[in-house]
Structure formats: C-alpha cells, structure tokens
C-alpha cells in the first residue's frame, strides 16, 4: 500500500512569513496526527483529527497555527505568522484507529529565517 | 496531561551486548506504550507496542516490559547490530474510554553499536 505523502519537503521563509504543509494519508485511516519535531527531541502533537473531526489540538499554538481535514482524507497545517522558532520538521501520520500503527510520512523540514 | 521521562539520552554498547531504554509516564489512564526507532534523516517506524493489560512483548530480539503500578516501561534489545544504531522514542497515552489515545512522545535515546 502507499504510505502517508506530504509536500513539500523543504521550506525555507524569512519570519512573518506564511507557510502551508499538506498531507495524504494512508487510504481508509480514519485518524490524523500533525507533530512537530525539533532538533534533538520527540515529536510533539500539535493536533489529531478522527476523520474531519479535531480529537486533540492542547499544544496546537491556535494564534499562529491552523490545520483543517475538511474532507476527512487529506489535510493542511499552516502557520502564519512564523517565527524562528518554528524552525523544525512537522510530521504528519496515520492510523487505522486511534491505538492503532501509526505510518509516518517523510517530513517537510522548515527552516525560518 | 500526559509527561513521559525517557533514559539515558545517549547509550553506547559493543556489538553483541544488550541495551534497555527505560520510560515513565505520569497518567495512570494511559494504556498504549509504543517504542519507534528514527534513523538519521529519516521518519520514526515503529518497531514494537504494548497495550496496559499485558506485562511483556517480545518480538525476535526485542521486547518491551510494562509495570503499570510503578508507571515504567522499557525497552530490551539483545544481541546489538551496527544497524540498531538509531533514535529511539518511546510515547505513551490512551484513556478510560479505551478508544482515545493522544500520544505523548519520550525525548528519545541516541543508541550507538560499536562493531
């Protein structure tokens, strides 16, 4: 099977600047991570869709950052403003159902100047 | 919320040894305790799980021990290959409902096998 897809790979903007990540995850998983990962730690969740529907989004920086799944398949995270600190790889998954394998999919890398 | 405390942060052992990578968690709902392995430049794959109503896995050469009471959970590798050579994140989370699980992620351990 196809694993998850994200695009683009690379981003590098200048501060205040906007961005957006795009995500297909594996067909038929009903659950949607987003995670961001910064250099030399875990991946942190920043939101969790079950189908279109958000589960979590606690550590999801709401002022700056937004995600949709309007269709309950593919999904977008933006930031806008960034900042330097966003600098990191955002990860997005996938799993059948929650407490299920999540599939990884390669990362987009973001470098913010 | 969820807070998972992960040990060492850098092992180094000799091809051959064992390595074990501890983890404690602070929720005492959480019920799902997955261990991924990042390799450089690369997405994290899970290699083994363990759910709250059972106290060990194993899976070839590795294994995972749970102790619910004490809220830790390891992670056991015999026989270390070069090719280990990994991050190593350990998550954990779930709640009553059975359902749920919002995952919290470990700070990962940096394991290095020496040929």
């Known amino acids: 099977e196809a694993g998850v897809a994200q695009s683009p790979r690379y981003k590098i903007i200048e501060k205040r600047q906007s961005v957006a990540f795009w995500c297909n995850p594996i067909?038929?998983?009903?659950?949607l991570y987003w995670y961001q990962q910064i250099l030399g730690q875990g991946p942190k969740l920043l939101i969790q869709?079950?189908?279109?529907?958000?589960?979590?989004d606690s550590q999801l920086p709401k002022d700056r950052f937004s995600a949709e799944r309007l269709k309950g398949v593919d999904s977008t995270l933006k930031i806008q403003p960034a900042k330097l600190e966003d600098s990191a790889v955002y990860l997005c998954a996938s799993s059948l159902l929650q407490q299920e394998t999540q599939y990884f999919g390669p990362g987009t890398r973001l470098l913010v100047l | 919320g969820e807070n998972v405390e992960q040990h060492p942060s850098t092992l180094s052992v000799q091809e051959g040894d064992s390595a074990v990578i501890k983890c404690t968690y602070s929720d005492s709902a959480s019920n799902y305790f997955p261990w991924y392995k990042q390799e450089l430049g690369k997405r994290p794959q899970l290699i083994i799980d363990i759910r709250s109503n059972v106290g060990e896995k194993k899976d070839q050469r590795i294994a995972v021990t749970l102790n619910k009471t004490a809220k830790h959970f390891s992670l056991h590798i015999t026989e270390t290959q070069p090719e280990d050579s990994a991050v190593y994140f350990c998550a954990a989370g779930g709640g009553p409902s059975g359902g749920s699980y919002i995952p919290t992620f470990g700070r990962g351990t940096s394991l290095i096998v020496h040929p």
């Open positions: 869709f079950q189908n279109n529907g958000v589960v979590d």
């Open positions: 067909s038929g998983h009903a659950t």
